[in-house]
Protein backbone atom coordinates (compact mmCIF):
# COMPACT_ATOMS: atom_id res chain seq x y z
CA UNK A 1 0.00 0.00 0.00
CA UNK A 2 1.74 3.25 -0.77
CA UNK A 3 2.33 5.57 1.89
CA UNK A 4 3.89 9.18 2.07
CA UNK A 5 6.82 8.29 4.30
CA UNK A 6 7.58 12.24 5.53
CA UNK A 7 3.78 11.40 7.20
CA UNK A 8 6.22 10.29 9.94
CA UNK A 9 7.97 13.99 10.07
CA UNK A 10 4.84 15.77 9.98
CA UNK A 11 3.72 14.42 13.12
CA UNK A 12 6.96 15.34 14.75
CA UNK A 13 6.63 18.99 13.56
CA UNK A 14 3.32 19.61 14.41
CA UNK A 15 4.24 18.01 17.78
CA UNK A 16 6.57 20.80 18.40
CA UNK A 17 4.60 23.78 17.03
CA UNK A 18 2.29 22.93 19.85
CA UNK A 19 4.19 22.57 22.25
CA UNK A 20 6.10 25.84 21.49
CA UNK A 21 3.12 27.47 22.81
CA UNK A 22 4.10 26.18 26.75
CA UNK A 23 7.78 28.50 26.40
CA UNK A 24 5.76 31.07 24.27
CA UNK A 25 6.40 34.74 25.92
CA UNK A 26 3.92 36.64 23.29
CA UNK A 27 1.39 34.82 21.50
CA UNK A 28 -0.76 36.41 18.43
CA UNK A 29 -4.00 34.55 16.79
CA UNK A 30 -4.26 34.53 13.29
CA UNK A 31 -6.88 33.62 10.94
CA UNK A 32 -4.93 31.05 8.35
CA UNK A 33 -4.80 33.45 5.26
CA UNK A 34 -3.86 36.32 7.66
CA UNK A 35 -0.74 38.34 8.54
CA UNK A 36 1.16 35.91 9.75
CA UNK A 37 4.82 36.93 8.51
CA UNK A 38 3.98 40.44 10.39
CA UNK A 39 2.84 38.54 13.50
CA UNK A 40 6.28 36.71 13.48
CA UNK A 41 8.42 39.63 12.82
CA UNK A 42 7.01 41.06 16.09
CA UNK A 43 8.38 37.71 17.98
CA UNK A 44 4.98 36.83 18.26
CA UNK A 45 3.96 32.79 17.91
CA UNK A 46 1.54 32.20 16.01
CA UNK A 47 -1.73 30.36 16.54
CA UNK A 48 -4.75 29.57 14.12
CA UNK A 49 -8.03 28.68 15.50
CA UNK A 50 -9.47 27.46 11.87
CA UNK A 51 -6.98 24.27 12.74
CA UNK A 52 -8.36 23.38 15.54
CA UNK A 53 -11.88 23.87 14.08
CA UNK A 54 -10.42 21.28 11.51
CA UNK A 55 -8.67 19.40 14.38
CA UNK A 56 -12.16 19.21 15.91
CA UNK A 57 -13.82 18.17 12.31
CA UNK A 58 -11.64 15.48 11.86
CA UNK A 59 -11.45 13.77 15.21
CA UNK A 60 -15.59 13.46 15.02
CA UNK A 61 -15.30 16.17 18.16
CA UNK A 62 -17.57 19.26 15.92
CA UNK A 63 -20.92 17.74 16.51
CA UNK A 64 -20.29 17.37 20.14
CA UNK A 65 -19.52 20.97 20.63
CA UNK A 66 -21.82 22.82 17.96
CA UNK A 67 -24.99 22.83 19.99
CA UNK A 68 -22.95 24.94 23.09
CA UNK A 69 -22.51 27.47 20.54
CA UNK A 70 -25.65 27.29 19.17
CA UNK A 71 -27.55 27.64 23.16
CA UNK A 72 -24.95 31.25 23.09
CA UNK A 73 -26.70 32.41 20.47
CA UNK A 74 -24.43 31.81 16.94
CA UNK A 75 -26.92 30.21 14.44
CA UNK A 76 -25.94 26.33 13.93
CA UNK A 77 -26.44 27.29 9.84
CA UNK A 78 -22.94 29.32 10.20
CA UNK A 79 -19.56 27.89 9.40
CA UNK A 80 -18.90 25.19 11.74
CA UNK A 81 -15.46 25.95 12.40
CA UNK A 82 -16.66 29.10 14.57
CA UNK A 83 -19.63 27.11 16.06
CA UNK A 84 -17.29 23.97 17.24
CA UNK A 85 -14.57 26.01 18.23
CA UNK A 86 -16.64 28.27 19.92
CA UNK A 87 -18.56 25.38 21.70
CA UNK A 88 -15.24 23.46 22.73
CA UNK A 89 -14.40 26.79 24.66
CA UNK A 90 -16.97 27.06 25.95
CA UNK A 91 -17.51 23.25 27.11
CA UNK A 92 -14.07 23.63 28.52
CA UNK A 93 -12.17 21.36 26.08
CA UNK A 94 -10.02 20.82 23.16
CA UNK A 95 -8.31 17.71 21.15
CA UNK A 96 -4.85 19.71 21.92
CA UNK A 97 -4.84 18.00 25.47
CA UNK A 98 -4.38 14.49 24.24
CA UNK A 99 -3.54 15.49 20.58
CA UNK A 100 -0.20 17.30 21.55
CA UNK A 101 -0.58 17.75 25.20
CA UNK A 102 -1.43 21.41 25.88
CA UNK A 103 -4.22 21.55 28.79
CA UNK A 104 -5.84 25.06 26.73
CA UNK A 105 -5.81 26.90 24.11
CA UNK A 106 -2.63 29.44 23.75
CA UNK A 107 -3.89 32.39 25.26
CA UNK A 108 -3.57 35.55 23.24
CA UNK A 109 -1.84 38.87 23.85
CA UNK A 110 -3.54 39.73 20.65
CA UNK A 111 -5.81 38.55 18.24
CA UNK A 112 -5.39 39.59 14.30
CA UNK A 113 -7.73 38.88 10.94
CA UNK A 114 -8.17 38.80 7.72
CA UNK A 115 -11.43 39.04 5.60
CA UNK A 116 -10.13 37.84 2.49
CA UNK A 117 -11.66 34.63 3.66
CA UNK A 118 -14.83 35.62 4.55
CA UNK A 119 -16.69 38.01 7.76
CA UNK A 120 -17.29 35.42 9.77
CA UNK A 121 -13.52 34.90 10.85
CA UNK A 122 -14.31 39.03 12.81
CA UNK A 123 -17.74 37.57 14.72
CA UNK A 124 -15.13 34.40 15.17
CA UNK A 125 -12.51 36.66 16.26
CA UNK A 126 -14.01 39.19 18.22
CA UNK A 127 -16.17 36.49 20.41
CA UNK A 128 -12.46 35.86 21.61
CA UNK A 129 -11.48 39.09 21.96
CA UNK A 130 -14.01 39.89 24.29
CA UNK A 131 -13.58 36.14 26.25
CA UNK A 132 -9.73 37.42 26.75
CA UNK A 133 -10.38 41.18 27.42
CA UNK A 134 -7.65 41.02 24.61
CA UNK A 135 -6.84 43.46 22.06
CA UNK A 136 -8.20 43.17 18.57
CA UNK A 137 -6.69 44.35 14.79
CA UNK A 138 -8.31 43.59 11.47
CA UNK A 139 -7.56 43.77 7.57
CA UNK A 140 -10.23 44.49 5.37
CA UNK A 141 -9.50 43.96 1.74
CA UNK A 142 -12.41 44.62 -0.91
CA UNK A 143 -13.85 41.62 -1.94
CA UNK A 144 -14.60 39.73 -4.87
CA UNK A 145 -12.59 41.31 -7.63
CA UNK A 146 -11.56 40.39 -11.43
CA UNK A 147 -8.48 42.15 -11.03
CA UNK A 148 -6.38 43.43 -7.85
CA UNK A 149 -5.02 46.39 -9.24
CA UNK A 150 -3.15 49.30 -7.33
CA UNK A 151 -6.17 51.22 -5.98
CA UNK A 152 -7.19 47.48 -4.11
CA UNK A 153 -3.00 46.87 -3.21
CA UNK A 154 -2.78 50.69 -2.14
CA UNK A 155 -5.71 50.43 0.71
CA UNK A 156 -4.56 47.20 1.94
CA UNK A 157 -1.11 48.46 2.19
CA UNK A 158 -2.34 51.54 4.98
CA UNK A 159 -4.22 48.40 6.38
CA UNK A 160 -1.46 45.95 6.94
CA UNK A 161 0.70 49.21 8.16
CA UNK A 162 -2.22 50.56 10.41
CA UNK A 163 -2.14 47.50 12.80
CA UNK A 164 1.36 47.86 13.63
CA UNK A 165 0.79 50.53 16.72
CA UNK A 166 -1.48 46.99 17.93
CA UNK A 167 1.20 44.89 17.49
CA UNK A 168 3.84 47.52 19.00
CA UNK A 169 2.01 48.09 21.87
CA UNK A 170 1.03 44.06 22.40
CA UNK A 171 4.63 42.56 21.55
CA UNK A 172 6.31 45.12 23.51
CA UNK A 173 8.80 45.94 20.81
CA UNK A 174 9.09 48.46 17.66
CA UNK A 175 8.45 47.30 14.22
CA UNK A 176 11.93 46.09 12.43
CA UNK A 177 11.50 46.02 8.87
CA UNK A 178 14.39 44.21 8.03
CA UNK A 179 12.69 41.52 10.33
CA UNK A 180 9.76 41.92 8.36
CA UNK A 181 11.60 41.12 4.89
CA UNK A 182 13.59 37.93 6.29
CA UNK A 183 9.97 36.37 7.52
CA UNK A 184 8.50 37.71 4.36
CA UNK A 185 11.52 35.76 2.21
CA UNK A 186 11.03 32.38 4.67
CA UNK A 187 7.41 32.23 4.14
CA UNK A 188 8.29 32.89 0.03
CA UNK A 189 10.35 29.89 0.32
CA UNK A 190 8.15 27.43 2.12
CA UNK A 191 5.06 28.76 0.32
CA UNK A 192 7.30 27.72 -3.39
CA UNK A 193 8.07 24.40 -2.02
CA UNK A 194 5.05 23.90 -1.18
CA UNK A 195 3.34 24.94 -4.70
CA UNK A 196 6.11 22.39 -6.04
CA UNK A 197 4.71 19.64 -3.78
CA UNK A 198 1.38 19.91 -5.39
CA UNK A 199 2.57 20.31 -8.58
CA UNK A 200 3.95 16.65 -8.38
CA UNK A 201 0.67 15.75 -8.77
CA UNK A 202 0.56 16.65 -12.47
CA UNK A 203 2.71 13.36 -12.78
CA UNK A 204 0.46 10.03 -13.59
CA UNK A 205 0.15 8.07 -11.23
CA UNK A 206 -0.41 11.16 -8.69
CA UNK A 207 2.19 10.79 -5.82
CA UNK A 208 -0.17 13.40 -3.50
CA UNK A 209 -4.18 13.43 -3.19
CA UNK A 210 -5.77 16.16 -2.20
CA UNK A 211 -6.77 14.17 1.02
CA UNK A 212 -2.84 13.92 1.57
CA UNK A 213 -2.92 17.28 0.90
CA UNK A 214 -4.90 18.19 3.60
CA UNK A 215 -2.99 16.52 6.11
CA UNK A 216 0.29 17.88 4.80
CA UNK A 217 -0.28 21.31 4.35
CA UNK A 218 -0.32 22.30 8.42
CA UNK A 219 2.82 23.70 7.98
CA UNK A 220 2.23 25.94 5.70
CA UNK A 221 -0.84 27.36 7.64
CA UNK A 222 0.14 27.01 11.16
CA UNK A 223 4.44 27.28 10.64
CA UNK A 224 4.36 30.32 7.80
CA UNK A 225 7.66 31.99 8.02
CA UNK A 226 9.72 29.60 10.12
CA UNK A 227 12.61 27.47 8.81
CA UNK A 228 11.03 24.58 10.10
CA UNK A 229 8.06 25.11 7.78
CA UNK A 230 10.70 25.15 4.71
CA UNK A 231 12.93 22.16 6.32
CA UNK A 232 9.74 20.10 5.82
CA UNK A 233 8.61 20.84 2.61
CA UNK A 234 11.99 20.54 0.92
CA UNK A 235 12.13 16.83 3.06
CA UNK A 236 7.98 16.23 1.50
CA UNK A 237 9.00 17.52 -2.10
CA UNK A 238 12.54 14.92 -2.47
CA UNK A 239 10.32 12.28 -1.42
CA UNK A 240 7.75 12.54 -3.92
CA UNK A 241 10.11 14.17 -6.17
CA UNK A 242 11.35 10.66 -6.15
CA UNK A 243 8.27 8.79 -6.41
CA UNK A 244 7.64 10.79 -9.51
CA UNK A 245 10.67 9.42 -11.37
CA UNK A 246 10.44 5.91 -10.10
CA UNK A 247 6.56 5.75 -11.30
CA UNK A 248 5.18 5.56 -7.92
CA UNK A 249 2.20 7.16 -6.91
CA UNK A 250 -1.47 6.50 -4.77
CA UNK A 251 -2.33 4.05 -7.65
CA UNK A 252 -0.87 1.75 -9.83
CA UNK A 253 -2.69 3.33 -12.77
CA UNK A 254 -5.21 6.02 -12.76
CA UNK A 255 -8.76 5.18 -14.19
CA UNK A 256 -9.88 8.92 -13.46
CA UNK A 257 -8.05 12.26 -12.26
CA UNK A 258 -10.61 14.72 -10.54
CA UNK A 259 -10.28 18.16 -9.09
CA UNK A 260 -11.75 18.98 -5.78
CA UNK A 261 -13.28 22.38 -5.13
CA UNK A 262 -14.45 23.94 -1.91
CA UNK A 263 -13.65 22.36 1.75
CA UNK A 264 -12.57 19.12 2.99
CA UNK A 265 -15.49 17.22 4.16
CA UNK A 266 -13.09 17.12 7.62
CA UNK A 267 -14.85 13.59 9.57
CA UNK A 268 -15.08 12.26 6.32
CA UNK A 269 -11.57 12.34 4.76
CA UNK A 270 -10.58 8.75 5.44
CA UNK A 271 -14.04 7.33 3.83
CA UNK A 272 -13.64 9.71 0.80
CA UNK A 273 -9.96 9.02 0.07
CA UNK A 274 -11.03 5.24 -0.21
CA UNK A 275 -13.73 5.22 -2.03
CA UNK A 276 -11.71 7.11 -4.36
CA UNK A 277 -8.84 4.95 -4.81
CA UNK A 278 -11.27 1.92 -4.59
CA UNK A 279 -12.70 3.23 -8.32
CA UNK A 280 -8.89 4.10 -9.33
CA UNK A 281 -9.49 7.44 -9.24
CA UNK A 282 -6.69 9.87 -8.00
CA UNK A 283 -7.92 13.55 -6.35
CA UNK A 284 -4.96 15.22 -8.06
CA UNK A 285 -6.06 18.59 -7.36
CA UNK A 286 -8.28 21.44 -5.14
CA UNK A 287 -8.62 24.72 -4.57
CA UNK A 288 -8.36 24.25 -1.07
CA UNK A 289 -4.24 22.80 -1.06
CA UNK A 290 -3.60 25.76 -3.65
CA UNK A 291 -5.02 28.50 -1.34
CA UNK A 292 -1.68 28.59 0.63
CA UNK A 293 0.40 29.26 -2.57
CA UNK A 294 1.97 33.18 -2.18
CA UNK A 295 4.21 32.99 -4.71
CA UNK A 296 4.09 37.09 -4.59
CA UNK A 297 5.84 37.63 -1.77
CA UNK A 298 8.97 39.75 -2.46
CA UNK A 299 11.15 41.09 0.93
CA UNK A 300 12.21 43.89 -1.26
CA UNK A 301 8.20 45.70 -1.17
CA UNK A 302 7.03 43.81 2.16
CA UNK A 303 4.26 45.58 2.54
CA UNK A 304 3.05 45.51 -1.03
CA UNK A 305 3.85 41.85 -1.94
CA UNK A 306 1.95 41.01 1.51
CA UNK A 307 -0.94 43.31 0.22
CA UNK A 308 -1.34 41.50 -3.34
CA UNK A 309 -0.93 38.15 -1.92
CA UNK A 310 -3.60 37.85 0.29
CA UNK A 311 -6.20 39.64 -1.25
CA UNK A 312 -5.61 37.98 -4.71
CA UNK A 313 -6.00 34.34 -2.95
CA UNK A 314 -8.65 32.60 -4.82
CA UNK A 315 -11.56 32.65 -2.01
CA UNK A 316 -11.30 36.04 -2.20
CA UNK A 317 -12.21 36.63 -6.28
CA UNK A 318 -15.51 36.75 -8.79
CA UNK A 319 -16.66 33.93 -10.17
CA UNK A 320 -15.49 35.81 -13.82
CA UNK A 321 -11.59 35.17 -11.79
CA UNK A 322 -12.46 31.82 -10.38
CA UNK A 323 -13.85 30.48 -13.97
CA UNK A 324 -9.62 31.30 -15.08
CA UNK A 325 -8.20 29.97 -12.01
CA UNK A 326 -10.32 26.37 -13.00
CA UNK A 327 -9.40 26.73 -16.54
CA UNK A 328 -5.34 27.05 -15.53
CA UNK A 329 -6.07 23.91 -13.21
CA UNK A 330 -8.16 21.88 -15.31
CA UNK A 331 -5.15 22.00 -17.96
CA UNK A 332 -2.18 21.75 -15.57
CA UNK A 333 -3.76 18.94 -13.72
CA UNK A 334 -4.77 17.28 -16.51
CA UNK A 335 -8.22 16.73 -14.47
CA UNK A 336 -11.67 14.41 -16.27
CA UNK A 337 -13.82 15.85 -13.77
CA UNK A 338 -14.61 18.48 -11.04
CA UNK A 339 -16.24 17.61 -8.29
CA UNK A 340 -17.60 20.79 -6.11
CA UNK A 341 -18.43 20.65 -2.76
CA UNK A 342 -21.18 22.44 -1.35
CA UNK A 343 -20.26 23.13 2.00
CA UNK A 344 -23.83 23.66 4.17
CA UNK A 345 -22.01 26.43 6.61
CA UNK A 346 -19.18 28.34 4.55
CA UNK A 347 -20.76 29.82 1.70
CA UNK A 348 -17.72 31.55 1.13
CA UNK A 349 -15.83 28.39 0.07
CA UNK A 350 -18.65 26.93 -1.90
CA UNK A 351 -18.79 27.75 -5.26
CA UNK A 352 -21.30 25.78 -6.82
CA UNK A 353 -24.58 28.21 -5.31
CA UNK A 354 -24.50 30.58 -8.54
CA UNK A 355 -24.00 28.05 -11.58
CA UNK A 356 -20.62 28.02 -12.03
CA UNK A 357 -19.84 23.99 -12.47
CA UNK A 358 -22.73 24.53 -15.59
CA UNK A 359 -20.76 27.11 -16.98
CA UNK A 360 -17.54 25.49 -16.40
CA UNK A 361 -19.14 22.26 -18.10
CA UNK A 362 -20.29 24.78 -20.99
CA UNK A 363 -17.29 26.45 -21.69
CA UNK A 364 -14.70 23.61 -21.50
CA UNK A 365 -17.07 20.03 -21.63
CA UNK A 366 -15.60 18.85 -18.58
CA UNK A 367 -18.14 17.19 -16.45
CA UNK A 368 -18.98 18.13 -12.83
CA UNK A 369 -20.59 16.79 -10.27
CA UNK A 370 -22.10 18.98 -7.07
CA UNK A 371 -21.71 17.06 -3.51
CA UNK A 372 -24.02 18.54 -0.41
CA UNK A 373 -21.55 18.08 2.69
CA UNK A 374 -19.81 20.43 5.60
CA UNK A 375 -16.10 20.83 6.29
CA UNK A 376 -17.36 19.56 10.49
CA UNK A 377 -20.75 19.35 10.75
CA UNK A 378 -21.57 15.31 9.05
CA UNK A 379 -25.44 16.16 10.22
CA UNK A 380 -24.56 17.65 6.66
CA UNK A 381 -23.28 15.10 4.69
CA UNK A 382 -25.17 11.73 3.48
CA UNK A 383 -22.62 8.74 3.08
CA UNK A 384 -24.72 6.32 1.20
CA UNK A 385 -25.75 9.25 -1.31
CA UNK A 386 -22.23 10.75 -1.77
CA UNK A 387 -21.13 7.28 -2.32
CA UNK A 388 -23.14 6.68 -5.29
CA UNK A 389 -23.42 10.52 -6.87
CA UNK A 390 -19.43 9.96 -6.91
CA UNK A 391 -19.47 6.77 -8.13
CA UNK A 392 -22.08 7.34 -10.89
CA UNK A 393 -19.89 10.41 -11.60
CA UNK A 394 -17.03 8.42 -12.52
CA UNK A 395 -18.62 5.54 -14.28
CA UNK A 396 -19.88 8.39 -16.66
CA UNK A 397 -16.31 9.73 -16.88
CA UNK A 398 -14.84 6.63 -18.28
CA UNK A 399 -17.80 5.99 -20.94
CA UNK A 400 -17.19 9.45 -21.95
CA UNK A 401 -12.99 8.55 -22.25
CA UNK A 402 -14.12 4.67 -24.21
CA UNK A 403 -16.61 6.59 -26.42
CA UNK A 404 -13.75 9.63 -27.33
S1 LIG B 1 -13.87 30.55 4.88
FE1 LIG B 1 -15.60 29.28 5.47
S2 LIG B 1 -14.74 27.68 6.75
FE2 LIG B 1 -13.22 29.30 6.61
S3 LIG B 1 -13.60 30.57 8.43
FE3 LIG B 1 -14.74 31.47 6.72
S4 LIG B 1 -16.81 30.59 6.81
FE4 LIG B 1 -15.43 29.35 8.10
Request: hydrophobic share 40%.
Amino acid sequence: MYKIKTTRLLQEVMQNYFQGFLQSSKIAWCTSAGPAELLRSFGFDVYFPENHGALLGATHKAEEYIPAAVKCGFSGHICSYTTSDIGAWLSNETPLKTHYGLEKLPQPDLIVYNTNQCREVEDWFTFYARQFNCPIAGIHPPRYLNEVGKAEVELVIKQFQGIIPACEQASGKKFDIDRFREVLKISCEASILWQKVLQTSRASPAPITFFDGTIHMGPIVVLRGTQAAVDYYKILLEELENNVSNGIGCLKEEDCRIFWDGMPIWGRLRMLSDLFLQNNTAVVASTYCNSWIFDDFDENDPFEASALAYTKIFINRSETAKMEFFKDWIIDYRVDGIIFHDSKTCFNNSNAKFGLPQRLTEETGLPTLVIEGDLCDTRFFSDAQSTTKIETFIEQIEDIKVLS
